[in-house]
């Protein structure tokens, strides 16, 4: 295909995210890689004797094989498999790598294991716990921890449809914790020896300047997140004000900021591309400021990629040689995941990369829509074009992962991406300021920006059918939307019936797959018991559900508003299990201490929760109360 003869990086990074996604789903795999290997050095060995001119191509798939195996095995450490459980007490030394946080009556301490050096937690990411004390409050990245405890690995979600912490760290190689008590541990003053650590001192300091100077929370809050990657203090009004109106990419460091970076830095040392050393002098510069930043602001996937991708963009432009917009993405992501390949997985990474390939393809098409000469409508056509291609782009993921779509969002861009612009120099001027009095007056311009924002996304929160909530798809619709979104940029580019065709064929399975999908929610029976603190059990039949609690009020929907979403629940009636009243449903009874819920007859216990046993013939037998989906439907 043309297209790939064009863009080689493209391919590459094909092949590397199939043997990372091989590991995933098929990890012992390894004899067929071997034996691949073997069958395209036969096929070698047979052309060179017999056809030389398909040499070329034997060549090329064997390379594609040892590629292939590379990210295939460098891909397996990531396997849960790799991880497996400790017993009994382990010591060990680690590097803190981030100031403490408060979590509850406990500190919490990400420390890198440096001893012991081998083994199943040498050299990894480990969260220790430990009791509140000044001499842990004040430790600092770089410092080293030595203690004894037992290391276990992060549990799962306990409840059904809950939030994957045990994922989510997965996806940052953090697969241990432990809680070290006070008599057993140590802590030693010590130097970071890795530059994380350093950058990692280094935005410390900068967060505490900016805590001083901002005397409003919610300023501070913004500017540390928006600048710093800092969003360990953002409140849940701030993120829920962002996120429900598209605009919480602004406040996640991305590609955007180290785009802003970078043009500042062009505008600065401009002066240096007048000559030959002086282009290389610039290269190094502005390069190590570009990856200085991403370091300091945390090196989240999107940060990389935009870091890595200026990078490339940068010695591009200054050796005077063409930039592939599709090269420099590709070249980015397969060296980012060789280094890395857990970020396939990653959130962030995907959402970064959806993002900026369908800002690459979409937003030239859009922008040839506008034609007016005027500068101000021109800017705000083409925010609007950014907004709208970041969109399609994004689009299937963020429904699959937040289950919400803000309709507003290209609005909210039009308040947060100039402000973006104006925390970021501000900031700058802030920590550069030479005068105490600039420092307050810089202070109270943040302070009047982040109200006027504020203030701008709550009016946007507040219009009719801002956000669309419940919305989902299904991992197999999710893997469906990606190929019918690639079939239909290579239709537009190539204009060729078979792309149209792939379209139209995914586009169909993936409404027969959701119809599939409807139907069998229609049918479903199920028991869904929550762990006892939460005092819940969820009965649904179809798509109505009832909820069995002994809490007045019930308890927060938060513990069960993924299920209802999940499986599409329409209608939910709230019951109190304390209450003598008769309820009378069309599917459900309770009455007398026993309840009928479809075919099924149970007897309910009031005590503690859980409180139901399953009525059998001879005598009540216990149903598996631990937290968990049961399945009522006659198979």
Not at 348 to 377: C, D, H, M, W
């Amino acid at each position: 295909m043309s297209f790939f003869n064009n863009y080689p990086a493209v391919k590459l990074l094909c092949i590397g995210i199939s043997g990372i996604l091989c590991s995933k789903f098929v990890p012992d795999l390894e004899w067929v890689i071997f034996v691949s290997l073997s069958f395209i050095l036969a096929v070698i060995l047979i052309v060179w004797k017999y056809r030389p001119y398909l040499l070329a191509f034997a060549y090329s798939g064997f390379l594609s094989v040892l590629l292939f195996l590379l990210f295939y095995i460098n891909a397996l450490s990531y396997l849960p498999r790799q991880h497996p459980e400790l017993s009994g007490k382990q010591s060990f030394v680690g590097e803190i790598l981030e100031k403490p946080q408060e979590k509850g009556h406990l500190l919490q301490v990400l420390v890198r294991v440096r001893y012991p050096a081998s083994g199943p937690t040498g050299n990894q990411k480990l969260l220790a716990y430990l009791e509140k004390s000044e001499v842990i409050k004040n430790a600092e990245a770089g410092d080293l921890l030595s203690a004894r405890s037992e290391i276990k690995k992060i549990k799962g979600p306990e409840n059904p449809f809950g939030f994957d912490y045990r994922k989510y760290l997965a996806g940052k190689r953090i697969y241990y914790s432990t809680f070290v008590q006070d008599k057993d541990f140590r802590l030693y003053k010590a130097t970071g020896t890795f530059s994380t650590i350093r950058t990692e001192k280094i935005r410390l300091k900068l967060i505490a300047v900016l805590k001083r100077e901002l005397t409003d929370n919610q300023t501070f809050q913004i500017v540390s997140a928006l600048t710093l990657g800092y969003k360990k203090e953002l409140s849940p009004e701030t993120r829920s004000c962002f996120t429900s109106t598209g605009a919480m990419h602004v406040l996640a460091v991305s590609g955007l900021h180290v785009g802003m970076i970078f043009l500042f830095l062009k505008t600065i040392f401009s002066f240096m591309q007048y000559t030959k050393t002086g282009r290389f002098i610039f290269i190094f510069l502005a390069g190590s400021c570009l990856w200085l930043y991403a370091c300091i602001t945390g090196l989240s996937p999107s940060v990389q990629r935009a870091a890595f991708m200026f990078t490339l963009i940068l010695i591009g432009e200054n050796i005077e040689r063409p930039v592939s917009s599709y090269n420099t993405i590709a070249a980015s992501a397969f060296f980012l995941l060789l280094i890395d390949p857990g970020l396939l997985s990653d959130m962030g990474f995907q959402l970064s990369y959806a993002a900026v390939i369908s800002i690459v393809f979409f937003y030239p098409r859009i922008e040839q829509l506008i034609t007016t000469r005027n500068k101000l409508s021109r800017w705000t056509g083409q925010l609007l074009g950014v907004s709208v291609a970041a969109q399609i782009g994004t689009f299937p993921l963020s429904v699959y992962y937040f289950h919400q779509f803000p309709v507003y969002f290209w609005l909210s861009n039009f308040v947060v991406i100039p402000a973006a612009y104006l925390y970021l120099g501000f900031t700058l001027l802030l920590f550069i300021s030479p005068s105490s009095v600039i420092t307050q007056s810089i202070a109270c311009i943040l302070t009047y920006i982040t109200k006027a924002v504020t203030g701008l996304l709550t009016l946007i929160e507040e219009l009719p059918f801002s956000v669309i909530e419940g919305l989902s798809f299904s991992g197999t619709q999710l893997f469906c939307l990606f190929p019918l979104l690639i079939s239909t940029m290579f239709f537009i580019k190539y204009k060729r019936r078979f792309y149209l065709f792939a379209g139209l064929s995914l586009l169909l399975f993936f409404e027969v797959t959701g119809f599939i999908g409807k139907m069998k929610l229609f049918g479903q029976q199920k028991l869904v018991i929550y762990a006892s603190k939460e005092h819940l059990i969820q009965l649904i039949n179809g798509r109505n559900c009832y909820l069995l609690t002994d809490l007045d009020p019930a308890p927060n929907p938060d513990c069960y508003q993924n299920s209802i979403i999940l499986l599409k629940i329409k209608s939910m009636e709230i019951i109190n299990i304390k209450k003598d009243s008769i309820n009378l449903f069309n599917d459900l009874v309770i009455k007398n201490g026993f309840m009928q819920f479809g075919d099924q007859t149970f007897v309910l216990k009031k005590t503690d929760p859980p409180w139901l046993f399953l009525k059998t013939t001879d005598k009540p037998e216990n149903i598996n109360l631990k937290p968990g989906i049961i399945s009522l439907k006659k198979e």
